[in-house]
């Protein structure tokens, strides 16, 4: 098929390529000459596990092509998918001048039939908003659906090439049947395929999302029930998880949840639920929470130096808000640096593929290290922030030379707490 992606980021250009690699002839587009620039000359501007080699090689096929001109993809193309920012509003809501501002100029180049699908996360309601503007623009026929993308950066091809399922909103049988007959060769193993109306498919997302933050800071109030009274949180866990209506996944503890997703996809839903007369109080709870926790650790460190910060350096290990990634949306690292560098402490940081994103946060306000050990050197203490392979099987004879008081503060639990101590650290954790 032929298919245009206007939204090139880590949504846009994973379905793109991923579509490509298919078979199908895509066109990315998107407003940022440079990235697109970039593109073309066979760079990627995010870090993305797989990525890199699919583009190349679907764009050495030309199967995969990179531009700024939207009319021009639109005119070459069956079905055209939206897969553009949808930030966080002032007042929570998702802010659709984005979406809306591409359906109307995809409507303006439509020379004929062609397939409209929102893939970026809107608000019940937008697909009906995406067709009142395409039906002002256009005399043209088309189909909107709302497609959902449930891919985790850090797995995003994978999750991609190999979905636990596709959601497809429509309420026209020409334009489902498109759409999955695209998704097909993706759902071989028996992945579901699921058409449903617009509204159900949009909210499909958000309730997933708000439930996976739920979890998430469930088992960090768990955790903190289990530091209150001396539990220990892995057994807990362990525990709740073996119970098969609960499942293991989502419930480890740490410094809470971020990214450009759950944080503005909870605050959104509550928000569009609020426009009904709806109030999500689970969602208001669980977002508190998240703010919490986010000074868990700092909370920790402050305790341990005894409120006096000023003049301690501490290395921060990982700045991306999950393993795998370089995007630091919304990181948790990024208010416990600053509230670090706010008490007076140094910060000497070191991530696998964020330093460059970190530069244009933090600037020359903390130390960057380009190798992990270098981050030690001299530090009063190490806080690891994001789960990393990487960090997980240290040389720990080496870090305890390398910094100057042995003290961890684990914000992913990722140290057995024996070994810490046959090592001589003083170990912090969440919840153990
Ligand atoms: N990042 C994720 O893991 C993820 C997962 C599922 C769904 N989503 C949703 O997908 C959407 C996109 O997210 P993302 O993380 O890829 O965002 P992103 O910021 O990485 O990418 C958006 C891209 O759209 C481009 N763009 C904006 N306006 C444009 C326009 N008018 N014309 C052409 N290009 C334009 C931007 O330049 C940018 O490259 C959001 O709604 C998000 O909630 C994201």
Redesign the pocket.
């Known amino acids: 098929m032929k298919i245009a992606v ?7 250009l994973v379905v793109g390529a991923c579509l490509a690699e298919s078979g199908n002839d895509v066109i990315c ?4 000459a440079s ?1 697109v620039r970039m593109l073309r000359r066979g760079q990627i501007p995010i870090y993305e596990p797989g990525l890199e080699e699919i583009v190349r090689r679907n764009k050495a096929e030309s199967r995969l092509t990179f531009t700024t001109d ?1 009319p021009k993809a639109v005119k070459a193309s069956q079905i055209v998918f939206i ?4 930030p966080q509003g002032e007042d929570g809501s998702a802010d659709l001048q ?1 979406v809306l ?2 359906a109307r100029d995809v409507a303006r180049a439509m020379d004929g039939y062609r397939v409209i699908v929102n ?3 809107v608000p019940v309601g937008t697909a009906e908003k995406v067709r009142e503007i395409v039906r002002r623009e256009t005399t043209h026929p088309f189909s909107v659906v709302s497609n959902p ?5 850090g797995a995003a091809v994978d999750d991609f090439m190999k979905p636990d399922r596709v959601v497809i909103g429509a309420e026209d049988p020409r334009g489902a049947e498109l759409m999955v007959a695209l998704h097909k060769p993706f759902t071989r193993t028996g992945a579901p395929i699921m058409v449903m109306d617009c509204a159900s498919a949009e909210l499909s997302k958000y309730a997933s999302n708000a439930m996976l933050a739920t979890k998430i800071s469930f088992m960090n109030e768990i955790a903190n029930v289990c530091d209150a009274f001396g539990a220990d949180v892995d057994l807990v866990r362990q525990a709740v998880g073996s119970d098969r209506r609960i499942g293991t996944s989502f419930l480890f503890p740490g410094v809470g949840y971020g990214g ?2 759950f944080p503005k ?1 909870v605050k959104a839903l509550v928000r569009f639920s609020s426009d009904k007369k709806y109030e999500f109080k689970i969602l208001k709870a669980v977002e508190s929470v998240n703010e919490l926790q986010k000074r868990v650790l700092v909370k920790k460190i402050d305790a341990h130096f005894k409120g006096n910060l000023k003049g301690k350096t501490i290395a921060v290990w990982g700045l991306a808000f999950k393993p795998k990634t370089d995007d630091m949306r919304e990181a948790p690292a990024v208010p416990i640096i600053n509230t670090l560098l706010e008490k007076g402490a140094k910060v000497q940081a070191y991530d696998p593929e964020a330093l460059k994103v970190a530069r244009g946060i933090f600037g020359s306000k903390i130390a960057y290290a380009s190798k992990p050990y270098d981050a030690l050197r001299g530090a009063h203490a190490l806080a690891v922030v994001t789960e990393w392979q990487e960090f997980r099987e240290p040389d720990f004879v080496k870090m305890r030379k390398l910094l100057a008081e042995p003290v961890i503060f684990d914000g992913r639990n990722i140290y057995d707490k024996a070994q810490m101590k046959s090592h001589g650290f003083t170990y912090h954790s969440i919840g153990r």
């Open positions: 206007v939204g090139t980021g880590y949504v846009g587009v998107d407003k940022d990235k939207l897969a553009v920012g949808t984005h501002g591409v893939k970026s996360t993308e449930f891919l985790k950066q450009s997703c996809d």
